[in-house]
């Protein structure tokens, strides 16, 4: 027997142990439909921001990626290029005192 559970500007469809997530997308707002595990589904319900990342990993398979390790991966590249460091002096707000004076010398020998 078919189950729906109604979220913000989402439903969830529940058959026989298995669980689509749908909502209205487009120019027509014709919906869409995915499947998800019931995990999925009861993280979907804890708060808007988790049915924000429901749907986007839904549609791509990918979770979003959060700020920490948005700034994580601008800091690992820019020690992989520590020239990035004299070329855009703001890459210097994302590293400590102590890290600026290893890859300061370093960007230097590089350009």
């Given at each position: 027997m ?30 869409v ?13 804890n ?14 398979g ?18 992989n ?11 210097q ?19």
């Amino acid at each position: 027997m078919e189950k729906i559970h109604r979220g913000d500007g989402f439903a969830i469809i529940e058959n026989e142990g298995t669980y689509q997530i749908s909502w209205p997308q487009g120019p027509y707002n014709e919906p869409v439909f995915y499947p998800i595990t019931k995990e999925v589904m009861e993280k979907a319900f804890n708060s808007d921001q988790d049915a924000y990342e429901v749907k986007v990993y839904a549609e791509t398979g990918q979770w979003p990626s959060n700020e920490n390790e948005e700034l994580e991966s601008k800091r690992a590249f820019v020690r992989n290029f520590p020239e990035l460091l004299l070329q855009i002096p703001d890459n210097q707000k994302l590293f400590t005192e102590e890290e600026l004076k290893v890859l300061l010398p370093i960007a230097k020998k590089t350009l």
